[in-house]
């Protein structure tokens, strides 16, 4: 039965890579399986509730790997380059899954409560908000920031899967790397929201 899921989910983001949202349709995804449509609403009842399934894939394993960067980090901000660099790889580790599942395709509503989604948004807001506690991050808004912070991540990552040379593809940048826009924007980003002690840090880390 999982095997026949994996199929499903597979051939979804193989069609959808080759024809977009158009061509996405569980009569499309049953004839690339060899399936009758009817056998595929045994294991998903919709097309809704597939791409559904497909994003919570990306949020389960994005969210195992925000853990294991900030249970790394003993002292300082619990947010990190590391961590920005692990949700870009993890959304190239499926370029179609990723985007698939923030394609217009999901339904844009609410987060459920027990959804990855919503764990990995959290997760993300509560690392921010005790930075702000502990005086690394300014005070604010932890919900402000955790989406922006979502959204530079989201823009890094759906530019790399959906240009395959970038950053190389504009005359002139030959010579630079993803790795190098990650870096960046992890810079402008800590900086953006650091507090003087953070400030402090981050130059004698790069005086060393």
């Known amino acids: 039965r999982l095997k026949v899921r ?8 193989e069609i959808f890579a080759e024809e977009g949202e158009a061509g996405l349709s569980m009569r499309r995804i049953a004839e690339r399986i060899d399936y009758s449509p009817a056998a595929l609403y045994k294991y998903f009842e919709s097309k809704d509730a597939l791409c559904d399934e497909i994003r919570e894939q990306f949020f389960e ?28 790889q993890t959304g190239l580790e499926q370029p179609s ?13 609410q987060l459920r409560a027990d959804s990855f989604a919503f764990a990995a948004a959290t ?30 991540s989201h ?28 870096a960046f ?12 002690k953070l400030r402090q840090r981050l130059a004698e880390k790069q005086e060393k």
């Open 6 to 13: 994996d199929s499903i989910i597979a051939a979804a983001e």
């Open 61 to 88: 394993r994005l969210l195992g790997r925000l853990r294991a960067v900030t249970e790394t980090i003993s002292e300082g901000p619990r947010l990190s380059e590391d961590c920005l660099r692990a949700y870009v």
């Open 97 to 109: 899954h990723y985007r698939l599942a923030f394609s217009g395709i999901i339904r844009h509503e």
């Open 123 to 152: 997760h993300l807001e509560d690392r921010i908000r005790e930075s702000m506690d502990a005086g690394w991050f300014e005070s604010g808004d932890s919900a402000l920031a955790a989406s922006s912070v979502w959204a530079l």
């Open 155 to 182: 823009g890094i990552t759906m530019l790399a899967v959906t240009i395959p040379e970038y950053p190389q593809s504009k005359p002139g940048s030959g010579h630079l790397t993803l790795d190098d826009v990650i």
């Open 185 to 196: 924007e992890a810079k402008i980003l800590l900086k953006g929201l650091a507090t003087e």
